[in-house]
């Protein structure tokens, strides 16, 4: 994308300028994870304010500072990558104790998520520095919005990341979803979209939502059956060009047997419903959104004083 960030600069000095921005603080600046028109307008003026940039590759962050208008020398910007994070995270604590202000920035997307950043968050931390994230951009955030995953059909969401590499570990982690009554939130490269799809087939009829580019020119959203994920991928050659983030929607919950509703009652009879639905969960083993929906009907069911 090709764009003229001057008159972004001048919003975000007139629109952020006038907070408040302590020296010694590590400032956790979200990026664009595609479009550069992503930026948030506090995260324009915090990028020109602060005295150091940390970055996971300094070429790159270099590039996107100039796109907008930002110029930073060599001597500002620091390689902290999870190769060298614990020892990078010792060099911005110095400079935080020199009342420095430093910004984090990973190549996209929100730091510590699934980029690092978080051991450098925990390093500061420990040493009582201040930290002040700035939201933003997330791709975690992005394809889960873009689900229709109903609340009302699960309790939240679950951020997996990227599941391991190795085939045998793959699929004992695909296993482990089989149950899950809460949407999966998963990333993953496009080398290894090929070999994700096929462990999820195991999954059967299990929707699942693929986001691809997501923000760029070429953003695809799709949401298909795990066992034809394969199938979707192989539809098109470009869906195994550039990166992947897909929600494996909530397991159907199954309904409690008379037995749990047993349970369930008797305890409805003595507590309130939320400690009630938990305690039936822990003695019977089942979802708590399916006790809580059986828990519901239960008391809709009782006789009215």
């Known amino acids: 994308m090709s764009a003229n960030f001057t ?6 000095a007139e629109a952020a300028s006038g907070q408040h921005y302590p020296q010694g603080t ?3 600046v979200a990026t664009p ?3 550069l028109a992503d930026i948030s307008l506090r995260a324009l003026y915090v990028l020109g304010l602060v005295d150091l940039v940390a970055c996971e590759d300094t070429r790159h962050t270099q590039a996107l500072l100039r796109a907008y208008g930002i110029d930073k020398t060599s001597a500002q910007l620091l390689a902290l990558h999870q190769h060298n994070e614990a020892q990078a995270a010792q060099s911005v604590v110095d400079h935080l104790r020199q009342g420095r202000r430093v910004a984090y920035v990973s190549d996209a997307g929100t730091p510590g998520v699934s980029d690092p950043g978080a051991r450098l968050v925990a ?3 420990m040493q009582q520095l201040r930290c002040m994230p ?3 951009p997330s791709s975690v955030i992005t394809v889960l919005c873009a689900a229709g995953v109903v609340q009302d059909q699960s309790s939240g969401f679950v951020f997996a990341g990227f ?3 190795k085939a045998a570990e793959r699929e004992r982690a695909v296993l ?4 899950e009554v809460r949407a999966v939130v998963l990333l993953e490269a496009p080398h290894r979209m090929e070999a994700l799809a096929l462990a999820l087939a195991s999954l059967g009829a299990r929707m699942v939502t693929v986001g691809r580019e997501l923000t760029k020119q070429f953003e695809e959203i799709a949401t298909v059956a795990a066992q034809d994920l394969t199938v979707w991928l192989a539809q098109d050659a470009n869906r195994l060009r550039g990166e992947f983030a897909l929600v494996v929607h909530p397991a159907a919950a199954s309904a409690p047997t008379e037995s749990d509703s047993r349970v369930l009652q008797l305890l409805l009879a003595h507590l309130p419903l939320k400690t009630a639905v938990k305690l039936a969960a822990e003695i019977t083993g089942e979802p708590r959104n399916a006790l809580y929906q059986t828990a519901l009907t239960l008391k809709q069911g009782e006789p009215q004083e």
């Open 163 to 165: 599941l391991p590499a």
């Open 123 to 125: 390093a500061v931390q």
């Open 176 to 179: 482990g979803l089989v149950d």
């Open 33 to 35: 994870i595609g479009n």
């Open 7 to 12: 008159s972004a600069l001048a919003a975000s």
């Open 26 to 28: 590590l400032y956790l």
């Open 134 to 136: 700035l939201p933003g």
